[in-house]
């Protein structure tokens, strides 16, 4: 049975001091029963990372980086490593999200060495991958989708025993904009994308995958998206950025 997860993606939003206000009302928004249910994962920007882990030292809520470099350590003006990721808490990191693929130029070769670099540094990606409008107008979505998967995943292991990455299914025409994925179009696309694991990994290790829904979601549409048999929960933008909506979404996990 995979347990749901739920993940905010702050973005480029909050400062310090918002940052930890924000934590700190979405903590005391959370009942502890919550935790059996779902994992809780927050993703803050670099320089709010640290005083976030700080806050969550007792706290179950897990977090994340929302982006990472390829390399150790080195001459990379404005990148940040792993190994930095994990000294300041972080657990999980999220790669390949489609506004650094459109605003910051990275392909599928860039994210496929970036997986590869934090597994081995023991930190779980969260790989986004999604069609444009467009794509699926012409009904390539589901081929844009599957080459997504298997390029970032090339020479990537996974395994029975311990959870090796993520996946985040975010159509790029319903991010940020209100128009959500409705829970037939996600649950088309998590279950193709369930049909890539199991030809990579099997069957036993595609069952354990988590695939995680993202774009629009909101309190009122959480529900049914997350009772889908093959979305294991979601990747949340800006209702995460407000305590009350990303608490209302945790909760309305079944
Ligand atoms: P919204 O929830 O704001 O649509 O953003 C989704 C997203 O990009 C999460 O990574």
Not at 31 to 58: G, M, Q, R
Not at 77 to 82: D, H, L, M, V
Not at 106 to 119: C, G, S, V
Request: proline share 2%.
């Amino acid at each position: 049975m995979r347990k749901k997860l739920v993940a905010g993606n702050w973005k480029m939003n909050k400062d310090i001091s918002e940052s930890i206000d924000l934590i700190s009302e979405i903590n005391k928004g959370l009942n502890s029963s919550v935790f059996d249910k779902a994992d809780v994962i927050v993703c803050p920007t670099f320089i709010s990372i640290y005083p976030v882990c700080e806050y969550l030292k007792h706290s179950e809520i897990k977090v994340g980086g929302q982006n990472m470099y390829k390399e150790t350590e080195g001459a990379y003006t404005g990148e940040i490593s792993a190994k930095m990721l994990i000294s300041a808490g972080c657990r999980y990191v999220i790669l390949g999200h489609s506004e650094r693929r459109q605003y910051f130029g990275e392909n599928d070769t860039l994210i496929n060495q970036k997986m590869e670099k934090a597994i081995t540094s023991n930190l779980i990606p969260i790989l986004c991958v999604g069609e444009t409008l467009s794509q699926r107008e012409e009904n390539k979505h589901i081929q844009t989708v599957t080459e997504q998967v298997k390029s970032c995943l090339t020479d990537i292991k996974a395994s029975n025993e311990q959870e090796k990455f993520i996946i985040a299914y975010e159509p790029v025409w319903a991010i940020g904009t209100g128009v959500n994925a409705t829970p037939e179009q996600a649950e088309e696309m998590h279950s193709e994308i369930r049909g890539i694991l199991k030809e990579l990994y099997g069957e036993d290790i595609s069952e354990q995958i988590r695939i995680l829904y993202g774009g629009s979601i909101n309190e009122k549409n959480s529900t049914d998206l997350f009772k889908m048999k093959n979305i294991d929960g979601g990747l949340v933008g800006g209702a995460s950025i407000k305590a009350e909506s990303f608490t209302k979404i945790i909760n309305s996990v079944q």
